[in-house]
């Protein structure tokens, strides 16, 4: 279902005035547009952020909300941080003892690997470090 989807209703149609049974409501005078991120936004070595779009522009408007940067998952160096989105724009750091000598990657996803109570892991985006960005 698209974002227009709200469920099933004790009528269970779509449209009430022709009489159309169907699975549940639409309600399609609500219009909705995507809000998502790029990818990671390089700033400094081993400084990272995001930047959610809405339409081209960054979506300052969001609510403030918790994501997750996991680098090296499943190895010995795995580490995840958590960090904040606050005005459709998160940050987030990783120290340099936190890097493999090469073959880095940093996941960010919208539950944690370590507390999966918080939310599910789900991926969002991956991203290999390429060697310059890892700091000294």
Do not use: H, Q
Request: proline share 4%.
């Amino acid at each position: 279902m698209d974002p227009n989807w709200y469920g099933t209703n004790n009528l269970v149609t779509w449209d009430i005035d022709t009489g159309v049974v169907g699975y549940g409501t639409m309600c399609l005078r609500i219009s909705t547009t995507a809000i998502k991120f790029d990818g990671l936004v390089y700033n400094s070595p081993g400084s990272y952020s995001i930047v959610f779009y809405k339409n081209g522009e960054v979506a300052s408007n969001l609510p403030e909300f918790d994501m997750f940067a996991t680098l090296n998952r499943g190895t010995a160096n795995e580490i995840e941080v958590k960090f904040n989105v606050v005005n459709g724009v998160g940050s987030f750091k990783f120290d340099a003892a936190n890097y493999n000598a090469k073959n880095n990657v940093i996941e960010v996803s919208v539950g944690s690997l370590l507390d999966s109570t918080y939310r599910t892991f789900k991926i969002t985006s991956t991203y290999e470090v390429p060697e310059s960005e890892i700091p000294a």
